[in-house]
């Protein structure tokens, strides 16, 4: 803590008669942040009159308080803090989730001259790490997804990308300087792109978890091909779903569409071209109570709800579409997102928020695969570079 800190603090308390806490400190008149990236004291929540706003841009919200009525902050003392702040940037790009689409966005920032750095909050190369094999991706026949994602990480880093393994906890905007909060430690950057991904929603039955990878699978585009002449088993009764069964019918010798309801949530033409296929079946009113087998899915066991009783599926596999879960709660204050929390940003990858990018399976899109990750990463760089040099 600075001297000059102190005396902010001092006074503040002078001034104010505030209680002073901690970020999480909760049950007293009002709280204080130390904002550790300008080091100045900041009001974090309001609950009393003269504390009139959450957000920080810029050291404005101590200094007016500590101003006192009617002594406001000059905008050539702003703009002073402002520059000094902008100083202290340490990265052009700033990049939230080290997935395909992340890890493609530093490699073309780092060849544009652009200093990058990835906060990753779990492992490094997302979604596709607990892939067996990829055999979709343009240029390479066959890969394991660690090995995939092996190979970009080390190309990003041979580039001199910086990496921080640490959860994001949110981003604010200080006069244009974008700050990514983590848990303890903040990155100012003149840019970000957040890349943060879906996790797929789980049906948390046995051998669920154990079995992923060996004939479970939540995408049926990535590992439909490997069921070719199988039976295989869809659980889910949303558009995701329906579209999984009619695309698996193309390869397998039997589909059973699994849902717990009798009637679907997704798109009526699709059930009625399911419908008329002969190698699709129906198993409506049924739950998942276990997926069976040792090393290798071998069947499912199954409730019907109507009538209490369990059955059983021989299938090899299951493909489990029941839902597709973004992580952005944290950025809803900053970006806009649509209403199943995804950011809402078309092909150019642009945000609702200036200098914000969104790339990869985060943003609203239609088709989330590796290569359209890939292809965000690129044009979100890309972008992000242009933003950096025009501001
Ligand atoms: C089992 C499986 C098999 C697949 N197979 C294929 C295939 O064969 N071919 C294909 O094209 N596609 C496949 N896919 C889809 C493909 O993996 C995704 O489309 C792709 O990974 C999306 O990349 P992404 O970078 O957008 O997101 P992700 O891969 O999800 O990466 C996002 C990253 O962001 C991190 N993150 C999230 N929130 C935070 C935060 N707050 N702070 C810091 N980090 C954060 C996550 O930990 C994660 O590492 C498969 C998916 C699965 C689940």
Known sequence: MCCRLRLDLRELRRKSGAFFGSREGTGSVSVVAINTTCRRVHISQKKRKNFTTKTCPVCRIAQDLLAGPGRKITDVQRNKNLQKRKAEIMFDIGIVGGGTAGMTAAIYGQRAGKRTVIIEGGNFGGQITSSPNVENYPGIASVSGSEFSMNLLDQAMKLGTETVVEK?????????????????????????????????RHLGVPGEEKLTGAGVSYCATCDGAFFRGRDVAVIGGGSTALQDAEFLSNYCKKVYLVHRRDEFRGEESIVRRLREKENVEFVLSATVNEILGDTVVEGVSLNNKKTGEDFRLDVAGVFIAVGQIPQNEQFAETVKLDGAGFILASEDCMTSHPGIFAAGDCRTKEVRQLTTAAADGAVAALAACRYVAEH
């Open 168 to 200: 994001v906890t949110g981003i604010r905007d200080e006069g244009g300087i974008k700050v990514i909060e983590t848990t303890g430690k903040e990155y100012p950057c003149r840019s970000v792109i957040l890349a943060t991904g879906v996790t797929h």
